[in-house]
């Protein structure tokens, strides 16, 4: 059965990549929740999607520039007023650390998606700090790693062989299983629209395939068709109930 990732959260309907974005795709139901990590300028890990913070948050600058506690005084949840399921309580809301979300992953039956937002600045040791932080929880299992940036997975495949890895592609490869063999990955994460266009290229390797970011029931029904390893969306509990009518 195709599983269903939570896209930064339940980030259709609460502000992605918060903790209350998190809690909501659990209570829907999901198999899994997809992560963006950046690392601050004292070296934690956070969760958001953007290197500059003005992208999500009420603050100005790069994250890599900034502590962890500089960080921590903005809002990550002011700038969703216009949402249905809009709280007060979403205003005080911080980027969280990596550990926050683990420490909700740790006690669910779930898998975890950490996406390393490597592709456009440079985080020296994020891939180390990012196993020995998974390693610590021993969740390894329950991991897989992403990142467009694929000597990020390299480098995270040779720190711990039992990493498993998967290439973020917005373009379906020719010849997806020379890709999986000889870089030795686990998945590919695709474009669901590039996989829509060429379909007959995932032929025999849809169960090493997730797809981004499918938000409507008919996209949906024809990954479930396929048999994808999962899809990824905004609005999980739509996701998840279009899969029960399937
Ligand atoms: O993992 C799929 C997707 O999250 C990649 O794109 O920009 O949403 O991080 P983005
Ligand atoms: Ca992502």
Do not use: C
Request: no cysteine.
């Amino acid at each position: 059965m195709t599983k269903i990732y939570a896209h930064r959260g339940a980030m259709g309907t609460h502000p992605e990549n918060t903790m209350p974005a998190f809690k909501a795709a659990l209570d829907a139901g999901v198999d899994g929740l997809e992560v963006d990590v950046h690392m601050t300028s004292d070296g934690h890990l956070v969760v958001i999607h953007d290197e500059y913070v003005e992208e999500k948050t009420d603050g100005q600058g790069l994250v890599r520039d900034m502590t962890l506690a500089e960080l921590r005084t903005l809002s990550a949840g002011v700038r969703y007023k216009d949402f249905e399921a809009y709280e007060e309580a979403w205003d005080k809301e911080t980027v969280p650390t990596l550990e926050e979300v683990l420490d909700l992953a740790d006690h669910q039956d779930i898998e975890l998606n950490i996406e390393l937002k490597t592709n456009k600045v440079l985080y020296e040791g994020i891939e180390e700090k990012v196993d020995a932080m998974v390693s610590a929880y021993s969740i390894e299992h329950k991991v897989i790693y992403s990142s467009f940036h694929l000597p990020t997975l390299i480098r995270m495949k040779t720190i711990n062989p039992n990493a498993r890895i998967a290439w973020l592609s917005k373009k379906v490869p020719g010849i997806i299983y020379d890709y999986i063999n000889t870089l030795k990955l686990d998945a590919l994460h695709l474009s669901y629209k590039a996989v829509l266009k060429k379909v007959e290229r995932i032929n025999h390797t849809e169960d090493k395939v997730r797809v981004w970011t499918v938000n409507d029931a008919d996209s949906a029904k024809q990954f479930f068709e396929l048999g994808v390893e999962a899809i990824m969306t905004d609005f999980p509990r739509e996701m998840i109930q279009a899969r029960e009518e399937y």
